[in-house]
C-alpha cells in the first residue's frame, strides 16, 4: 500500500507557473512509476506526464517543453513543474502511482496505477 497527497495547486493567470508535489507515504516509492493525471469539467481523466523509477520522463504532446516530471526517491516526493501555463490546463491534477519491476516504464493509461492521489485543483486564468 501506498498513500498520495498532492498539493501546490492554486489560481494563476496564463504564462504563469505552479510546481506541484506528491508525498508518499507507505511502501517503497522507488518501487512505483509515478504519473500526473487532469481532469476538467465534463471531462475525462487525461494523461499528463510520468516517470519511471529510473527517472526519465513521458509526457503528453500538449505539455511538451512547459511541463517538467521529477522524483526525489529519498524524499518520496514526485514533482510536476509546469511552466507557461495556459487556460487550457485548468483541471484537477491527479497523482498516481504503479507498482512495476520495470525501471524505465511510464504507463499512460489509468488502469496502470492501482494508487491515487485525492487531487489538487489548478485553475488557469486568461
Known amino acids: 500500500q501506498v498513500q498520495l497527497v498532492e498539493s501546490g495547486g492554486g489560481l494563476v493567470q496564463a504564462g504563469d507557473s505552479l510546481r506541484l508535489s506528491c508525498a508518499a507515504s507507505?511502501?517503497?516509492?522507488?518501487?512505483?512509476?509515478v504519473a500526473w493525471f487532469r481532469q476538467a469539467p465534463g471531462k475525462e481523466r487525461e494523461f499528463v506526464g510520468g516517470?519511471?523509477?529510473?527517472?526519465?520522463?513521458t509526457y503528453r504532446d500538449s505539455v511538451k517543453g512547459r511541463f517538467t516530471i521529477s522524483r526525489a526517491n529519498a524524499k518520496n516526493t514526485v514533482y510536476l513543474q509546469m511552466d507557461s501555463l495556459k487556460p487550457e490546463d485548468t483541471a484537477v491534477y491527479y497523482c498516481a502511482a504503479g507498482l512495476t519491476e520495470s525501471t524505465s516504464v511510464v504507463f499512460t493509461t489509468i488502469v496502470n496505477y492501482a494508487y491515487w492521489g485525492q487531487g489538487t485543483q489548478v485553475t488557469v486564468s486568461s
Open positions: 507507505g511502501r517503497t516509492f522507488s518501487s512505483y512509476v
Open positions: 516517470i519511471s523509477r529510473s527517472g526519465g520522463g
